[in-house]
């Protein structure tokens, strides 16, 4: 059944509201101020959120911010009198899924309720064939959430620590968005030193500095009629900062040597795995850039923070390593994964799935073969480095994560004939 929570300082109201709902089987709550609405909120996830656009102290809009941090991607509608449509077409910018206008009959609500969920399951649908894989309700709310955003033009700002997914998303808004038959192109500022990325970014004409022999284009106007993908914004300069703020106001850019600038129609997804407020509060950060680029934030939670996704990620990480071999894991393997904390996330967890393919040689995985935890075979995986074998070990195992789990790829990589890789494998078996 859907749960919606209903929250407006007027009694009268949230109790009319609520009758209404109610009678159409919804599980309703109700909630009189914005604390206990939040309260409500982190204490369980609902479908839908309907609030008062203008309350005593919050307004609806700082109210759904909340509600979206709190559980990113529930949709929200606003409740709002006449004289504030302004308010919520403002409000339906920064995420609202749509708003009512008061005073309303049963029917107007039941026909807002209907098309906000009939718009859910829709995108439920896309989210589900995106590619990005959850069954953490928060999370799947996130990933509709993203596919709602995608299909409008806006700049996402995508946060999360390394790992989490957050360019499986990026490239899932460029595929659900009218751009997906346009470029999607990647730049991670963290890689690049500043002075190539500001050439990479904004590209340059021939004579622009030493060693500029012909022209290149940059970047954005790689992107033209797509999307860039700014990987670790969080690291770029502030000079930069400065730049990219203009092209995101003027939607054009100068090359470096330019005379005239080129205009570019791009949509922008930035990712960061650092706090960008932070950043801004000491002083790293425009604030300016940081306004423009968190118009629509999801924040994608570590993936110890969304345990049930463990089992549905091993066991495709497995299914998709495996082919065409039938892998299992076992029940003490699973519960091993899904107590483990994984501060790198989905790509500790993918890298650990890939070294036990490689160690495993019966049809069954085995706790030992995921080298996790308080296992001697982890204990002796740290203190291998000291030694050559260990990072002769070390090597092999990583090389083969690398070739997802590919011997003949791997041992062909690391210059060994495949029967000694086997040879070796069956060596640390016997350790573990
Ligand atoms: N929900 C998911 N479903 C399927 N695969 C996923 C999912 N999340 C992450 N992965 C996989 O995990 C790996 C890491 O994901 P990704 O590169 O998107 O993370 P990231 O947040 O960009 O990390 P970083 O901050 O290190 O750049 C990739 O191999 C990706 O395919
Ligand atoms: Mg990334």
Redesign the pocket.
């Known amino acids: 059944m859907e749960k919606i929570l209903v929250l407006d300082d007027d009694f009268e109201m949230v109790q009319a509201v609520g009758a209404v709902l109610s009678g159409d089987g919804y599980d309703v709550e109700t909630a009189l101020s914005p604390d206990e609405a939040i309260d409500k909120v982190k204490d369980s996830p609902f479908n839908l959120v309907i609030t008062d656009l203008r309350m005593n102290k919050t307004d609806g809009i700082e109210l759904m911010q909340q509600v979206h941090a709190a559980s990113p991607g529930v949709p929200v509608v606003i409740m709002t009198a006449y004289g504030t449509v302004q308010n919520a077409v403002e409000a339906m910018k920064l995420g609202a899924s749509d708003y009512i206008l008061k005073p309303f009959a049963p029917e107007d609500l039941q026909a807002v309720v209907n098309r906000v969920f009939e718009t859910s399951r829709d995108l439920s649908a896309a989210a589900n064939r995106s ?4 069954r953490d309700p928060r999370t799947k709310q996130l990933v509709e959430m993203a596919v709602r955003i995608a299909r409008s033009n806006s700049t996402v700002l995508i946060s ?1 620590e ?8 990026a490239r899932m808004i460029h595929s659900e968005s009218q751009r997906s038959q346009g470029p999607f192109v990647a730049v991670n500022c963290a890689a690049i030193p500043d002075n190539l990325l500001e050439s990479e970014l904004f590209g340059y004409e021939k004579g622009a500095f030493t060693g500029a022999i012909s022209s290149k284009p940059g970047k954005f106007e790689l992107a033209h009629g797509g999307t860039l993908l700014l ?1 670790e914004i969080g690291e770029m300069s502030m000079l930069l900062q400065a730049k990219l703020l203009r092209v995101l106001q003027e939607r054009e850019v100068d090359r470096i040597g330019a005379r005239h600038p080129v205009s570019v129609d791009i949509r922008i997804v930035a ?1 960061t ?1 650092r706090e960008l407020g932070q950043l801004v509060k000491q002083g790293l950060f425009r604030e300016d850039l940081f306004f423009r680029l968190n118009v629509v934030p999801l924040r ?1 939670p570590p993936l110890r923070e969304r345990r049930s996704d463990i089992a549905l ?1 091993a066991v ?1 990480f497995l299914e998709k390593a495996a082919a065409p071999l039938r892998l299992h894991l076992n029940d003490d393997a699973l519960r091993l994964l899904e107590a483990n904390d994984w501060p790198g996330n ?2 500790e967890l ?1 890298n650990s799935i890939l070294r036990a393919v490689a160690i495993c040689e019966g049809p069954i995985v085995q706790p030992e073969h995921l080298f996790l935890g308080e296992s001697p075979a982890h204990r002796a995986s740290i203190d291998s480095l000291q030694t050559i074998d260990g990072m002769e070990r070390e090597l092999i195992l990583k090389t083969l994560e690398e070739k997802s789990g590919n011997r003949t790829h791997a041992a062909k990589a690391l210059g060994i004939s495949l029967r000694t890789l086997r040879n070796k494998l069956r060596e640390y078996r016997m350790e573990a």
Request: aromatic letters at 4%; a neutral charge.
């Open positions: 590619g990005f894989l959850t999360g390394s790992g989490t997914g957050k360019e499986v998303l990987d990712t795995n994608l990620l495709h989905v790509r993918q």
